[in-house]
């Protein structure tokens, strides 16, 4: 006798598989453009300095965090949030340093927008 | 003589650089032909956007490309979806961020934005109009139900039950202990239980 736990599974695996089965000829197409994609990276050589745009991108990050706890008077810098700058700083940071120049553009706007309310 | 057949023995059973890159070439293709769809659903259910999830299914089959192609083949499906479910958390930290922007500039959505073109063409594996009613029915609630798990949760469940990883493999994929994996599994299914009510039991 199976358990109620395992049937659910067994049910809910049943409809992904058939959601999965029903995709259609477009979304099909793209996940093949992707592939392929993927399969032409590991005919690429490896850049070498590639491989140190992590550590170069958390130590950005380290510097921002060192200049943000400075102060806004001290150096004229824009003060982030201490929300954004966890977000920043997360596990899985490095994915989230490549868009930067974003999270600056962020708090100019929110400072501009405090700006207005007040 | 037999030096030299020794050599050709040798020259012929040795594979190439070239010839084991191309092998390793055709094995991830394969490896990603056959997981590409299943990570698709995977990631539109945390995400709930066919786009979004398509693009971030690629940036995983490219970083695994990239990084871990040289790896043991049986390596790549938790490496996979690992990469899969850090790009998906990244984007839900993102949406936080860009949610908070939007408050300043919202607009109004139109009405040609709910159009949901996928949704509307014919079904592809020819079900009949009641039978695609109900498996959408029951996957439209299913795919909620799963989409609010917390997201510890959602990640067990979906690569237990629908990549039918093993307890080790989930564990490496989201990146905790083999223990963790199993309660997070457990509380999921007993939410969902919950939700769904008796049809899915």
Known sequence: MKNTGEKLAQAAKKEFDQSVDGLDAATLSRLNRGRQAALAETRQPVRQWLRWMPATGVAAAVLLALVVQQGPGDVGVIAAPAADLEILLGEESIEMLEDLEFYSWLDTEELAGDGDLG | ?201
């Open chain 2, 1 to 201: 003589m037999a030096t030299d057949s020794l050599n050709f023995a040798v020259s012929c059973t040795a594979k190439p650089t070239g010839a084991r890159t191309l092998q390793k070439e055709r094995q991830l293709g394969e490896f990603l032909a056959e997981v590409e769809r299943r990570a698709l659903r995977i990631a539109e259910i945390a995400v709930r956007d066919r786009d979004e999830a398509l693009d971030l299914v690629q940036d995983a089959m490219i970083k695994l490309a990239r990084n871990y192609s040289g790896r043991g083949i049986e390596e790549w499906p938790p490496l996979f979806y690992r990469i899969l479910q850090n790009g998906v958390r990244d984007w839900h930290r993102r949406q936080a961020v860009r949610n908070r922007v939007m408050v300043w500039f919202q607009k109004s959505k139109s009405a040609d934005d709910d159009l949901d073109v996928i949704a509307a063409a014919p079904d592809p594996i020819g079900r009949s109009p009641d039978e695609e009613l109900q498996n959408s029915e029951a996957m439209r609630d299913l795919e909620l139900a799963v989409h609010d798990l917390p997201t510890r949760q959602r990640e067990a469940f979906m690569l237990r039950t629908f990549e039918c990883l093993d307890v080790a493999g989930t564990a490496v994929a989201m990146g905790c202990s083999q223990g963790s994996v199993k309660t997070h599994y457990s509380r999921a299914v007993h939410t969902l239980r919950e939700k769904l009510g008796e049809h899915w039991q």
